[in-house]
Each structure stands twice: as structure tokens, then as C-alpha cells.
């Protein structure tokens, strides 16, 4: 969108941004396609992306003491907030591992809805 002053960066907006989000994104980063894959791929798939969540968490609690520790003697307290801060980013990353995975169990089970057996999720 645009105004007076300021014309849109686009003429068509809607299509031009799609087209450059589909171009940014790497090939490696892009959303595979759910739909193509077996019932086995999605529940292994959703079991290791929660997993890798949890470690992210681990990793980062570990990283976190590691960082605290290293540093106390030279910084003292001001090594907390560094600890922190680069405990709070792993951790952060965790959740879009934990996103994808809800993502794929929403996608599990409604296949296997439509199979007629019961749900992953209680």
C-alpha cells in the first residue's frame, strides 16, 4: 500500500511480495509438502522435530551455565545477563521446532481421521 507521498514499493502488491518471499527463502528452509508424505514420515517427523525442540532447551540451559561460569571471574555479575541472554535465544529457537511440530500432528491427525483410526494426540 502507498499514499501520496509515498507510491507502494509494488505495483500489485500481492503478487510481487509472494514471488520475493518464495525467492528469499532457501531451498532447504522452504515448508514440505505434508500432504505427499506417509503416515509413518509424519509421526516419526513430528516425534524427532519435538525432540529437537527439547534438546535446544538442554543445550541451552547447559550453554547457558557454561557461559556464567566462564565468565564470573572477569565480569562478575554482568556474566548473568550474558548467560541469559544467550540462554534466552536457544531457547527461542526451540519454539519454532515445537511450531512445526504441533503443525505436523494437526496434519497427522486429521489423516487419520479421515482413515477412520484414533488420533495421535489425547
Request: glycine share 16%; aromatic share 8%.
Amino acid at each position: 500500500t502507498g499514499s501520496r507521498f509515498h507510491p507502494p514499493l509494488f505495483p500489485n502488491t500481492h503478487t510481487a511480495r509472494d514471488s520475493i518471499r518464495d525467492r528469499m527463502v532457501c531451498a532447504c528452509c522452504r515448508s514440505p509438502d505434508y500432504d505427499s508424505m506417509g503416515t509413518e514420515d509424519l509421526a516419526s517427523k513430528k516425534k524427532n522435530f519435538f525432540w529437537y525442540g527439547i534438546g535446544n532447551i538442554c543445550s541451552a540451559l547447559g550453554i547457558m551455565a557454561a557461559i556464567i561460569g566462564s565468565l564470573w571471574g572477569t565480569l562478575g555479575a554482568g556474566a548473568i545477563g550474558i548467560g541469559i541472554g544467550v540462554g534466552a535465544g536457544l531457547s527461542g529457537g526451540a519454539f519454532g521446532m515445537f511450531a512445526e511440530s504441533s503443525k505436523i500432528g494437526k496434519v497427522l491427525d486429521e489423516r487419520l481421521k479421515k482413515q477412520g483410526l484414533p488420533s495421535e494426540t489425547p
